[in-house]
């Protein structure tokens, strides 16, 4: 098996709302967008390691997301090192992501995981891990 994770699928009551927040973060993480023109409810953005992620507005949602109820809870994503991490940080908010945890960043995960914590307006949570810290 080379790829563990096929895609991921992440439903959303407001497209164009989650839209503008992964469109910004995923391309920072090198994922590229792979939207389907004939597609308008939703958006695709594909890692060069195979696995995609797709965003859409089903029209079979019943309901707002809460990833503190079952299900989902957070992406926990990779980035390449913790000068990119800082770099995410610093644009995050003005482009749709609030910052959990703040206080204890980039070790709110533990004093041996750099990370960053973010939250969307549709409280998607995603965790930014350091792949591989600094020694």
Not at 56 to 73: F, I
């Amino acid at each position: 098996m080379t790829h563990p994770v096929h895609h991921i699928e992440l439903w959303t009551e407001d497209l164009l709302g989650s839209e503008d927040a992964f469109g910004w973060l995923l391309p920072r993480l090198g994922w590229s967008a792979d939207h389907d023109p004939a597609w308008p409810q939703g958006r695709v953005w594909r890692h060069p390691s195979g696995p995609y992620l797709v965003l859409e507005q089903s029209p079979a949602v019943t309901g707002p997301h809460d990833r503190m109820r079952a299900g989902l809870n957070h992406l926990a994503l990779t980035v390449a090192d913790r000068a990119e991490l800082d770099t995410i940080r610093a644009g995050a908010g003005s482009h749709g992501w609030d910052e959990l945890f703040a206080d204890g960043y980039p070790h709110a995960g533990g004093p041996e995981h750099t990370a960053l914590f973010l939250e969307n307006v549709q409280g998607f949570e995603v965790e930014l891990v350091v792949s591989r810290p600094a020694t």
